[in-house]
């Protein structure tokens, strides 16, 4: 029997429990011993639960506890989630969690402790809900060097992207909506201006380098300027728009097809996606990343990027490979050496213009080279530059003054 503490009854924490005790004799097949949930820690009461007499409210009840071998930390945040994993790990507890927070901040301390005392940080599901994605890099793809991860990684943004591009809704009205059907928070600032999406970019960028990427220092940008006549000439070009979240090893001007890997460019933004490439039907909430290795060539990973049940099976996945490895380190994760990042300005683009019809010619002659876009019932113009860095472009940009409406980056591959 391996018993099990749950850190948080809300919905992840409630919906592991769910999965375990619903699942039970598959999981027991699988994981070679019975799981047990011992305790649930919450500071509220559950009348009424079928659990309700498996709650505690002071963890040290757990970590006091010799029999329990695995902690789930499905409270969020990066105050007390992490003084309980802390705590959990130095005490030889594995832990299990969906925190992505906690994740991108703590990663190598947390990482290290667990190496240290013998047992194990999974955070399988601090990413992708319950996509398998953290394993696949750390395990599946352990002979490949990987060279590109790119990806939807929000299903929130995606939700309203989608919306925006099926209906031409308006971004505040369809973020109302998102809201209201539970998909947004009542804040929802982390999620529209890619503050999620950077942190789990950041964490696939550290499994992707076994470095340290602090998610603070990726360059982040959101959806809120984003409108319906954006994808009117998106739908010119043969795209649609998705925020992208993208790490990927620089290429060694001076020797093409060779990369760097001492160089990372990790970025979130907003891109002009063709219709041909297969995260352009990545649509609603659901979540879709690729994964290019230098021998494997192009992976694709695809599903339910939240939600209680999707999220919570993917911690009791993590669960399940720490009951098969008791007492037992398994190697993953990365060590707390930075990895070197790339200066976004200096990397090139191609991008997308939306003027003012008077704008136009001054954008032409700024940035000479592009080609004229239209899209009927705008009453804007559009214009797609060169390949340029993005530091010149910035610079011609400025100039452009209120005459420039917008402007979005365009992916030209993957």
Same mark, same amino acid.
């Given at each position: 029997?391996?018993?099990?503490?749950?850190?948080?009854?809300?919905?992840?924490?409630?919906?592991?429990?769910?999965?375990?005790?619903?699942?039970?004799?598959?999981?027991?097949?699988?994981?070679?011993?019975?799981?047990?949930?011992?305790?649930?820690?919450?500071?509220?009461?559950?009348?009424?639960?079928?659990?309700?007499?498996?709650?505690?409210?002071?963890?040290?009840?757990?970590?006091?506890?010799?029999?329990?071998?695995?902690?789930?930390?499905?409270?969020?945040?990066?105050?007390?989630?992490?003084?309980?994993?802390?705590?959990?790990?130095?005490?030889?507890?594995?832990?299990?969690?969906?925190?992505?927070?906690?994740?991108?901040?703590?990663?190598?301390?947390?990482?290290?402790?667990?190496?240290?005392?013998?047992?194990?940080?999974?955070?399988?599901?601090?990413?992708?809900?319950?996509?398998?994605?953290?394993?696949?890099?750390?395990?599946?793809?352990?002979?490949?060097?990987?060279?590109?991860?790119?990806?939807?990684?929000?299903?929130?943004?995606?939700?309203?992207?989608?919306?925006?591009?099926?209906?031409?809704?308006?971004?505040?009205?369809?973020?109302?909506?998102?809201?209201?059907?539970?998909?947004?928070?009542?804040?929802?600032?982390?999620?529209?201006?890619?503050?999620?999406?950077?942190?789990?970019?950041?964490?696939?960028?550290?499994?992707?380098?076994?470095?340290?990427?602090?998610?603070?220092?990726?360059?982040?940008?959101?959806?809120?300027?984003?409108?319906?006549?954006?994808?009117?000439?998106?739908?010119?070009?043969?795209?649609?728009?998705?925020?992208?979240?993208?790490?990927?090893?620089?290429?060694?001007?001076?020797?093409?097809?060779?990369?760097?890997?001492?160089?990372?460019?990790?970025?979130?933004?907003?891109?002009?996606?063709?219709?041909?490439?297969?995260?352009?039907?990545?649509?609603?909430?659901?979540?879709?990343?690729?994964?290019?290795?230098?021998?494997?060539?192009?992976?694709?990973?695809?599903?339910?990027?939240?939600?209680?049940?999707?999220?919570?099976?993917?911690?009791?996945?993590?669960?399940? +490979? &720490?009951?098969?490895?008791?007492? /037992?380190?398994?190697?993953?994760?990365? $060590?707390?050496? @930075? *990895?070197? #990042?790339? =200066?976004?300005?200096?990397?090139?683009?191609?991008?997308?213009?939306?003027?003012?019809?008077?704008?136009?010619?001054?954008?032409?002659?700024?940035?000479?080279?592009?080609?004229?876009?239209?899209?009927?019932?705008?009453? +804007? &113009?559009?214009?797609?530059?060169? /390949?340029?860095?993005?530091?010149?472009? $910035?610079?011609? @940009? *400025?100039? #452009?003054? =209120?005459?420039?409406?917008?402007?979005?980056?365009?992916?030209?591959?993957?």
């Amino acid at each position: 029997m391996v018993y099990v503490a749950v850190l948080g009854y809300g919905t992840v924490g409630s919906g592991v429990v769910e999965v375990i005790e619903e699942n039970k004799d598959l999981i027991a097949v699988r994981a070679m011993e019975e799981l047990d949930v011992k305790y649930i820690l919450d500071l509220r009461e559950f009348p009424g639960d079928p659990y309700e007499s498996k709650i505690v409210h002071d963890v040290n009840v757990i970590l006091d506890a010799p029999e329990v071998k695995v902690v789930c930390e499905t409270m969020g945040g990066v105050g007390a989630a992490y003084q309980f994993s802390k705590a959990a790990l130095e005490r030889g507890k594995s832990v299990c969690t969906s925190n992505k927070e906690l994740v991108a901040k703590h990663g190598p301390e947390l990482l290290r402790l667990a190496k240290e005392h013998n047992c194990n940080y999974f955070f399988e599901a601090s990413v992708g809900g319950g996509i398998p994605i953290i394993r696949p890099i750390a395990r599946s793809l352990t002979a490949e060097r990987i060279l590109r991860v790119v990806g939807i990684l929000n299903g929130t943004t995606n939700y309203i992207l989608t919306k925006m591009d099926k209906e031409g809704a308006e971004f505040d009205a369809t973020l109302k909506e998102a809201q209201d059907l539970g998909y947004a928070e009542r804040n929802p600032e982390a999620d529209i201006e890619g503050h999620d999406a950077a942190r789990k970019i950041a964490i696939l960028s550290c499994m992707m380098t076994d470095h340290f990427v602090d998610s603070e220092k990726v360059y982040t940008e959101g959806i809120s300027k984003i409108t319906p006549a954006d994808f009117a000439f998106a739908k010119s070009l043969g795209c649609t728009i998705r925020l992208l979240g993208m790490s990927c090893l620089m290429e060694d001007a001076s020797n093409p097809g060779s990369y760097s890997d001492d160089l990372l460019n990790v970025m979130v933004a907003p891109f002009f996606v063709p219709l041909e490439c297969p995260l352009a039907m990545v649509s609603d909430v659901f979540n879709g990343i690729l994964v290019t290795g230098n021998m494997v060539g192009e992976t694709m990973y695809y599903g339910k990027g939240a939600g209680k049940l999707p999220t919570a099976s993917a911690v009791v996945s993590d669960v399940v +490979d &720490a009951a098969r490895h008791p007492g /037992k380190h398994v190697p993953g994760g990365w $060590d707390d050496t @930075a *990895a070197s #990042l790339a =200066d976004v300005t200096e990397c090139e683009r191609t991008f997308f213009l939306r003027l003012t019809p008077a704008g136009l010619e001054a954008a032409k002659d700024l940035l000479p080279g592009g080609r004229v876009v239209t899209a009927q019932g705008t009453g +804007d &113009a559009g214009y797609v530059t060169p /390949k340029m860095k993005e530091k010149d472009f $910035d610079e011609k @940009a *400025a100039k #452009l003054g =209120d005459a420039l409406l917008g402007r979005i980056r365009m992916l030209e591959s993957v």
